[in-house]
């Protein structure tokens, strides 16, 4: 299985909701991702796991909170969201984060639309 | 800062025709760079990277530590290569910050 699985593909919620995206992966990746792509730009690097520990935080609002309750998933719960946070939010994983760690796998992504 | 740059934000040209997308880096050392592909309602998915030197669907990419380019080329472009492209950098980049992107678009 060499696919990064994400659900929903679309999320519809209000600014008062909670809701989650979900990553999977069975590839024994150990680094993984959540980036965000608004329209016709390139994906934004949100946060790193590496080894079910948060490494990188790109200065994301804590409406958007990470988890990685394993190896093999990756969460995004999403909290008081604005309608500026409607975009795709992409998952992505890589063998490791570090020298030499090749490509990055993505999965095809979380249509979000805050109203 | 360690970045990656791509000059052109749309590329058009008619099919046959050769096609060369831009990317330039800053970096002081021997980045193993790569090329991401965004067909139209496809996932992100790696193109090539420098250091398998493997030619994908007719793309090279060659990285020139002197011009610190690494440039997307195909000597005769198809309607079917219509897409985003990003130039990449390593994960071992203190930012993990994508090119800006290119859209190429092959006309008939």
């Known amino acids: 299985d060499t696919e990064v699985t994400q659900t929903p593909k679309h999320l519809v919620m209000g600014m008062t909701n909670k809701k989650s995206l979900k990553c999977e992966q069975h590839m024994g990746h150990r680094a993984m991702y959540w980036y965000k792509q608004k329209a016709k730009k390139p994906p934004e690097l949100m946060f790193v796991y590496s080894y079910e520990k948060l490494s990188i935080n790109e200065s994301v609002p804590s409406r958007f909170s990470p988890e990685c309750p394993n190896s093999s998933l990756l969460n995004l719960h999403l909290h008081a969201l604005q309608p500026e946070d409607s975009a795709l939010y992409l998952c992505a994983s890589s063998e490791f984060l570090g020298q030499n760690t090749g490509e990055l796998f993505f999965g095809e992504g979380s249509r979000l639309t805050v109203l | ?108």
């Not at chain 2, 991401?36 to 992100?44: E, G, K, N, P, T």
Request: one cysteine or more; aromatic letters at 12%; proline letters at 6%.
């Open chain 2, 1 to 108: 800062a360690q970045r990656v740059t791509q000059p052109e934000k749309l590329l058009s040209v008619f099919k046959g025709a050769p096609v060369e997308l831009k990317c330039n880096y800053s970096y002081s050392g021997s980045p193993e760079l790569f090329w991401y592909v965004q067909y139209s309602r496809q996932r992100l998915q790696l193109l090539l990277r420098h250091i398998s030197r493997e030619s994908i669907k007719g793309f090279t990419a060659d990285l020139n530590k002197g011009e610190t380019s690494f440039h997307l080329k195909k000597p005769f472009a198809q309607e079917e290569d219509s897409a985003m492209y990003y130039c990449a950098p390593p994960t071992s980049f203190q930012k993990l910050v994508f090119g800006t992107g290119t859209r190429l678009l092959v006309s008939p």
